[in-house]
């Protein structure tokens, strides 16, 4: 039985590492002031197809993997529900949350389904300007990495600013080593202005 709920995680991670590419982690499951779900809203219910990939949602499961676990957190607020998928990061020997939601509208008989998936995308304008800015030829592959760190720390508010998110400065808890950014809980003003700013994925129920 335990391995194949194993088994089952793995498909379920699979699914979401394969439709889900965001760079955000966070420290605990969000938003922070909602309560955990016990099983899915009725209205979540049913198959649908994303990115050509078919997937179920049941009262307890999500494509085969069980909520309310700590491997998979969900919450509501009205039309969003956010699922809250459990990664273990290596590097930092902790599990950080990877965040995304689903948002249901209905009018009468229309039905649009999104996928918000979170992104803080600053890595490639940072690189290049790391690179005009500082002399590396020679220094080891350390001290490369340990001048990077710091001019991302330094500057980090900087390039928040030019994507609109300067709120969320001092909710920055670090990185991970493949540059994941990683948030600490933030107020409802800048988990909706993250929202505001994600990419978005069409969902389409077929059942």
């Known amino acids: 039985m335990c391995k194949q709920k194993i088994i089952v995680l793995i498909v379920f991670v699979s ?14 499951p ?8 016990e099983k899915v809203p009725e209205r979540y219910h049913g198959v649908f ?5 078919t997937f179920t949602v049941t009262d307890y499961t999500i494509n085969g993997a069980f909520v309310n676990t700590d491997s998979l957190v969900i919450k509501e607020r009205g039309d969003y529900l956010f699922v809250n998928q459990s990664k273990i990061e ?22 649009k389904i999104t996928l918000h998936i979170f992104n803080i995308d600053f890595s490639e304008k940072l690189l290049e300007d790391f690179i005009l800015e500082n ?17 991302r ?5 900087k390039y928040l600013s030019n994507l609109g998110l300067s709120t ?19 107020t409802n003003n800048e988990f ?6 994600s990419t978005k994925k069409d969902i389409v129920r077929i059942k």
Do not use: A
């Open 15 to 28: 699914f979401l590492s394969s439709c889900i590419v965001s760079n955000v982690r966070f420290i605990s």
């Open 153 to 157: 720390n330094e500057n980090q508010l």
């Open 49 to 53: 197809i994303l990115d050509k990939d």
């Open 90 to 111: 290596d590097d930092l020997d902790t599990t950080l949350y990877l965040l995304s939601c689903v948002n249901i509208v209905n009018v009468l008989d229309y039905e």
């Open 30 to 37: 969000q938003p922070k002031d909602l309560g955990v779900l």
């Open 192 to 197: 909706q202005t993250l929202l505001n700013k």
């Open 135 to 151: 002399d590396t030829l020679g220094i080891s592959k350390d001290s490369l990495n340990y001048l990077l760190n710091t001019y």
């Open 168 to 186: 969320l400065d001092d909710n920055l808890f670090g990185y991970t080593s493949d540059w994941h950014v990683i948030l600490n809980n933030l």
